[in-house]
């Protein structure tokens, strides 16, 4: 059941277009994710929304009804802010009445209300102590505690773990995708972080420039991107790109500089055969080119360039011609810089982009 | 090109407040403690830590811009304590570039070797090299605050590469970038130090870059040395628990659990039992009885099995994460909650129930106590 339909919505400050035509649902009790770089108009969504903001043109409707003549307080959305949003001088109690005092709420009620909410967020034995005496997982918790009082139909979150260190962020991704599934509630988070995406979503959405890129689940987006920024924006490290051309006597993509073939599938083929693109970009995952020692038909010559151990895995990159190619291989692989060797692409997974549009083909 | 030294090295920070307190042996604060590490000729060292561990007060004593309380600091065969800065034959790299904004970028650069009073031609040859070497060519005859913050990362580079220093001292240059042009210049700055050869000691909190760019790396925390090795060195055989729970993503899994006689494993909760098989104690750990600790296992070395009854331990999965080349699972067991990860075509969904099995060879043992690993 879609909660949330967006429909076409744009928005502009002065000459600047941070909207243009955005169209997406958010689905009952589903985790989704807006995700691109800065200035992508994703904060500017979640504002329109909550009412914070006004589109120029467009239709917000939550629930089959339209949203957007509706003040933000009676949307029946909730932002739930950082956890050090917190007033630090009252207890958890308090900080969570808030809201509701705010609503002039029978007391009775009130305490009632907190008291649910606290248990479903496993913070009842904390509701008389104060933010500084909590972890930053139990603050995040009272942050969302606070939001939930308010029962509304849709959290919104903007960002809520940038401020964290890495140690923390990593562990309230999994509380926060853990509460959600447990609550049942419908999320609407916004971030610049792709991990944090990928880790966290049932549904990714992907912006640039105030234009939808690609909507999908998490393992749909990382293998088969919809155009070169998303397989570019993915994925860590960086997809390789590298640019071809497609010969239909060698049945395959050449690199620009000759230095390697990739043979390409009856299907393929027919596919291509019908583009009428000029150029194309092969995106080749770091996972996806193997670095091997014996030269043998199909093996690309390179050098090693830089090796790079990270512990679990490393990464190589390898000198092919002019281009610079990335290679993910497990820790036991020893190489130096200036070795010569060679890599194999895997055939049946990569991606291919028309140049000048960027969009994916195969 | 020289090899650095820092002998018995202290620093403490005195504040007016800790003078006026201080009865006999003033108090302040110990921001470096009975440091001793030797840089090689031509490494390229990291020190890593959180920040307030030490690191940057290390490199400003390096750099001549702190004076250490205590203890030598040798750059070749000189000890520099007394040295000013620009007497060390050093080069410093910030996190901010501090360019000159009026100066073009060729300016920038052959600013040091002006003052130096360098041959013109030996000059124009030194930067045609440099700008080669950074792919700076193009934009000499720029002014800096027009440039990407990654040129100027560059020209910043350049123009401490110019001077061909004994020294390389650099403090998070890379910290301001984005993360794809951070991922880009790693590669960079670890191919030119390697082309270059000069010694380089390098500052940073973040885990992937000490990683990826070092020769060595040296782990600091609250101005104690933890640890000094190879990349891989530090991954497989953290020392102490700081450097074990500090590198790795996601952080390694730590079980509270017994040692008993030296032999065997049991977590405190939950009927995990390992032996210790293949696995040699350090000398002074074999001790008979219960002792406390910490099991670590990284989730890499933990893996999935639907078959339960062979498994070290089992639960149920209550979050996937997805993320793409990998996939990593939170399951809660009775040891308490462990972090597995897994290739992306493996897929369990939240409520499933998994055994997990441990990789005995490359468990981590840690004493609760003095929270040093117990293995060798």
Redesign the interface.
Known sequence: MTTLEINHLSKSFGRVQALNDLSLGVHSGEFLILLGPTGAGKTTTLRCVAGLEKPDSGMISMGGARIDGLSPAERDVSFVFQSYALYPRKTVYENMAFPLRAREMPADAMRSRIQDVAAKLRITELLQRRPAQLSGGQQQRVALGRAMVREPRMFLMDEPLTNLD??LR?EM??EL??LQ?ELGATFFYVTNDQ?EA???ADRIAILSQGVLQQIDS??TI??RPANLFVA?F?????MNFLDCVFDPAARALVADDQTWQMPLSPVQLNTLERSASGGYVLGL???NVEPVWESAPGVIPGQV??V?????RT?V?IKIGAS?IKA?VP?TFAAQ?GESLGVRFDHDRFSLFNKSTGEVVL | MAEVRLINVNKKFETAWTRRRATGESAGVLAVNQLNLTIQDGEFLVLLGPSGCGKTTTLRMIAGLETATTGQIMIGDREVNQLPPGDRDIAFVFQFYALYPHLSVIDNITFPLRAQKLPPDEIKRRVERVARLLRIDHILKRRPNRLPSGEQQRVALGRAIVRQPQVFLMDEPLTNLDASLRAEMRVELKHLQQELGTTMVYVTHDQTEAMSMSHRIAVMNLGVLQQVGTPLEIYNRPQTLFVANFIGSPPMNLIPARLHDGRQIASEDGPLRLDLNGHRLQADSAQDGDRKVLLGVRSEDMHLADETDAADVSGVVTVREPLGDETIYQVETEAGALLVKTPPRIVRQPGDRVGLTIDRRRIHLFDRATEHSLLV
């Open positions: 890495f140690k990593v991704r999994a995708k853990r599934k991990v990928m880790s966290m998490p393992e990382y293998t570019g993915v994925g860590s490290p960086r995952r770091a996972e360039y830089v790079e151990p990270l512990g679990d990464l990159d610079m993910k820790p810089t």
